[in-house]
């Protein structure tokens, strides 16, 4: 290795043709070593080593086996299909690294291993240096990233402790690969921000010009989002991308959009519990609501308006984001022209009367959904989803991560190709 540090792409899709041409484009933009990501090799096997190898000779190809057993074999197995680097997993066996070791040496390739999940990175990294190990890998997986855990605490430590080259891999782009760079990291492992970028040259470009200047590059990609971020964060996804993430849970049944074009909501739930045409609990949840929260209303699915123009025009003045009524409005003509969110099952012109039963604060099903005050709500034309307070941070993260992999798909059918033919969907079409 050069003392220049080295930045790698992970091609972690999952056909080959797509992997193919997003390292040609990466390549362009000064990508150093090629890795075949652990679902394409579990998706195309060792073929997709070697086509890597036989279209790009000239750059090192690195094998993410994720090797658990096996170590001989395994590492026997990808360096005769063309990989230079095989990754072992730091949480197997001292001997399956051991041998995977002897293997490499036998078979003329190097040995990452990769300390996901080990209970002390710091302690590994310097056991599997012992044994023979040529690099080490602080590595947060994808599903942690989502959790926005910290992908590069240890760097610095491990990095002043053992001698071998130490890469880096978490979510980095362009903003964050120049600080593992200073940490002490020589080699930066690009995946997401690289692959899903509708410009792969161009963005992997960037991310090399801040690891050698060191300096940071601002990222069009969305950084992984905490708990004091997801208002903004939900703002910049579709209840699609978010129904996507839950695998199709969250989404209200029945509730249709009463806005405009464009309009968004964002924001958590404040729960009531009435009766078909009784508006007074509704009326009464705008006086305890807060800027930006959303009235979740259950009213049995009623066909009397519980919700009109006047609670319409005391929401917004007091800043409430909008209304979701599993139940019926009115005045929506007036309510479009005032710019306020209103989605509910029906729209009728009779209201009924305020008596003052139910309940507010207290656990509602709404669309078909659980909704509990503070749970997160999001609606935009396409309907609205209802994500669990609980699991926010983790599923705005994977939203994300859904809106910007159909970024990277969109480019390629721009390029003249279809959706069926980027995604090879005969060749995923189940069998049996």
């Given at each position: ?22 390292a040609?484009?990466a ?8 890795e ?20 790009f000779?000239?750059?090192?190809i ?14 026997e ?38 300390l ?41 430590r ?50 090399k010009?801040?690891?050698l200047?060191?300096?940071?590059i601002?990222s069009?990609?969305f ?22 993430a ?26 009531v ?5 009784d ?16 009235i979740?209303?259950?009213?049995g ?10 609670a319409?025009?005391s ?12 139940g ?7 309510i ?26 207290c ?9 509990r005050s503070g ?7 396409s ?31 721009k ?18």
């Open positions: 290795m050069t003392n220049e540090p080295v930045l790698q792409v992970a091609l972690d899709v999952m056909n080959l043709h797509r992997a193919l041409q997003i040609s484009e390549i362009k933009g000064g990508v150093d070593w090629l075949a990501g652990t679902p394409l090799i579990k998706s195309e096997g060792l073929e997709s080593i070697r086509q890597l190898k036989k279209t000779p000239s750059h090192i690195v094998a993410d086996m994720k090797t658990m057993d096996v170590g001989t074999v395994e590492v197995m990808a360096s005769k299909a063309g990989a230079d680097i095989v990754c072992i997993m730091g949480v197997a066996d001292d001997s399956t690294i051991t041998e995977a070791v002897k293997a490499a040496r036998r078979y003329g390739c190097k040995i990452m291993v990769d996901l999940r080990t209970s002390d990175p710091l302690l590994r990294a310097k056991d599997v240096q012992k044994f023979g190990a040529d690099y080490v890998c602080l590595h947060v997986g994808v599903d942690q990233q989502m959790r926005a855990e910290n992908p590069l605490e240890d760097v610095v491990i990095a002043s402790e053992v001698e071998i080259p130490v890469a880096a891999a978490g979510g980095l782009n362009s903003e964050t690969a120049p600080k593992v760079v200073e940490a002490g990291a020589t080699i930066v492992i690009a995946g997401s921000s690289i692959i899903k970028s509708p410009d792969v040259e161009k963005a992997a470009s960037a991310i010009k801040s690891i200047e060191k300096k940071e601002p069009k990609l950084h992984k989002y905490s708990q004091k971020e997801l208002h903004e964060a939900f703002l910049k996804i579709s209840t699609p991308n978010i129904a996507d839950m695998h199709t849970k969250g989404a209200m049944k029945g509730i249709i959009p009463r806005i405009k074009h464009g309009m968004k909501m964002v924001g958590r739930a404040i729960t519990k009435t009766m078909d045409g508006w007074a609990k509704p009326v009464e949840a705008i006086d305890k609501c807060k800027p930006n929260e959303v979740v209303i259950d009213a699915s009623g066909h009397t308006a519980i919700w009109g123009e006047l319409s025009w929401s917004k003045k007091k800043g409430i984001a909008g209304v979701v009524i599993d019926a409005a009115r005045d929506i003509d007036d479009l022209e005032m710019d306020f969110p209103v989605f509910s099952r029906h729209v009728v012109p009779n209201a009924g009367e305020p008596k003052g039963y139910g309940e507010i604060g656990e509602i099903i709404c669309g078909e959904q659980q909704v749970d997160w709500i999001v609606g935009d034309e309907g609205v989803v209802v994500v669990p307070k609980e699991e926010a941070v983790e599923i705005v993260n994977r939203a994300l991560d859904v809106h910007e992999r159909e970024n990277r798909l969109r480019e390629e059918i390029r003249g190709s279809t959706l069926s033919e980027v995604l090879k969907l005969k060749k995923w079409e189940k069998v049996g």
